[in-house]
């Protein structure tokens, strides 16, 4: 079957004869990164399409040592948050002429060896860690040309970069201004005891929003957080919510590791305890998932502009490639924070 | 960089001698679909990656015609249903040896000739398509080698299967006994006057959930139902339903073509416009995502088993790659009723 489609396959000279332009035209109207003018790479493309042409990515990957592949190794794809991340990445990496592969790590965090080697089989020219139990070290041993993009949170350092001295490329996350300005912001509207609603236990992110708030908290004479297990989902964030107040817990704001957490949170506090959001409690998310703002939560949040992180994700992926051999590259992005009702 | 790569690169023969086993197992043991005990399997995918060994796809995939890539094809990414679907495809993938590939189409539908161009350059095994209006015969000319399989719903038949003869396999969902379930128990709790949110004006999914309500309806002497015009998202549902009971609309019972937009309709009704769901109006959902059982909505809805449609999918995939030549391939799932607060 692959032979008899090889062989039916017309030529980039044909597409070349019938477009009339040259071949290195056709060649370039299939690169993304080529220079040509647009109507020109869209009249080739057409004609290209016409003839049932299209330039066989295995082969050119063998040829040009590009794959064309961008790689996302990401936790949990159904979670609201990584859900509209890796939507706007496969858009923008489609539109620079990318495909992005995506690689569920499991779910209990371990290290995956089988889904390492099959990405180095694939030979991806980026790989994009949302999960940050992949170290780079791991990475490393995967991909033989990528060089791993991390998140980090530089301001409070819980170890993402300490890894053994492998070059990775960084997007750094500056969340202490926007932590800063929303517990000014509740405090002044009375809350004195706060609680830490956590993530899942090995998470950096987690641990690195903990470590920001406890420090901020200290910083304005405030007594330090009580500390709410959840795992960043609904359930379980609804269930330690309920299971602290009824033990005893008397925090009068929540801040979450994430929305989904936060949801939990809002509808334990109102619906399970019959509490007032944000009266008696408020609440603080983290994300700005599309369900923060539905009106059954209208939750106060700390924004990650989805369209900022891509961005700055596709300026690392554009500028590695174009240096290969460039030394660590980093971008930077701040959250925002977004006052709605719970807060 | 991609030279030196490869001469650095061990061979399967070295890895045979140092796990002590034979070139044979090798090769099996990176075949997901090869008999080996998984001990051995682990074993030498243990050696082969302190060897920092690995097959190269792009090599294999033109020596096999097999790339070991799935297509996934989906209008949005984001929406909390796809991405609950794509995250357990990915996920039974990824456990069958394949990637994940994942392509996005436009937001307005529009046929995207530049996608099928590069999904042939990567010459995927399967191509599965959640997008609609990417229809059979347009995959035909994208994808030279892979048969696409398409969701259907023969119950209702708005034209998913009409395309010019071209070979697809299906998955065919059944929703009849579930709507009609549904129906059934809101007329008993009262309901006279039934109106329908609607999704996208050109999803066909849509169509065929709105073709069975007012064939069921009418089986049951109700009157037609009114049209409320959704989009699949929170925020035009909230929208249209605030202005479909200020323009004097009068339902007592809104089915909605997806979770997303039950939500909205929900907080409309309550928050918008003060009304008690479901003692007032009754809302019915479709989907059955995880925000449907959020206590702040415990939404009554139709729900499509998210394993069992995996499951599906993954026999259809398996099944066309060891019968490539076979005729149409169906498999069938049925929607069930989950009962919960708004209905």
Request: glycine content about 6%; hydrophobic content about 45%.
């Amino acid at each position: 079957v692959d032979g008899d489609g090889k062989r039916s396959r017309p030529t980039a000279a044909v597409v070349a004869r019938t477009a009339q332009v040259s071949r290195v035209a056709v060649s370039r109207a299939f690169n993304p990164d080529a220079s040509i003018r647009p109507e020109k790479r869209a009249h080739i493309l057409r004609v290209a399409q016409q003839l049932n042409y299209t330039p066989d990515m295995a082969a050119r990957s063998m040829a040009t040592g590009r794959s064309h592949l961008v790689a996302l190794i990401v936790p949990d794809l159904s979670s609201p948050w990584e859900a509209q991340e890796v939507d706007a990445m496969t858009a923008a990496l489609q539109d620079a002429g990318f495909a992005t592969l995506v690689f569920r790590t499991r779910d209990d965090f371990s290290f995956d060896e089988k889904l390492l080697t099959y990405m180095k089989g694939f030979n991806p020219d980026s790989v994009i860690s949302y999960a940050e139990n992949v170290r780079p070290g791991h990475l490393a041993r995967g991909v033989t040309r990528a060089v791993p993009v991390y998140v980090c949170y530089p301001e409070a350092d819980p170890g993402t970069t300490a890894d053994g001295g492998y070059l990775f490329d960084r997007l750094d996350v500056r969340m202490r201004a926007a932590f800063e300005a929303a517990i000014a912001r509740m405090q002044a509207a009375g809350a004195r005891r706060f609680a830490l609603l956590s993530g899942k236990a090995a998470s950096l992110a987690t641990a690195a929003r903990a470590q920001l708030v406890r420090s901020l908290l200290a910083a304005r004479g405030l007594p330090p957080p009580d500390e709410i297990a959840g795992d960043y989902s609904y359930d379980t964030a609804a269930r330690a919510v309920l299971a602290y107040v009824r033990a005893g817990g008397r925090a009068d704001a929540i801040v979450s590791a994430n929305d989904v957490g936060a949801c939990g949170a809002v509808d334990a506090l109102r619906h399970g305890l019959g509490l007032r959001v944000p009266q008696d409690v408020q609440v603080l998310g983290f994300d700005d998932i599309r369900m923060a703002h539905w009106q059954s939560y209208d939750l106060t949040t700390l924004q990650i502009d989805v369209a900022e992180r891509t961005a700055a994700l596709m300026r690392l992926v554009r500028r590695r490639l174009d240096e290969p051999a460039a030394g660590p590259l980093t971008e930077t992005i701040a959250a925002r924070l977004v006052v709605r009702g719970t807060a």
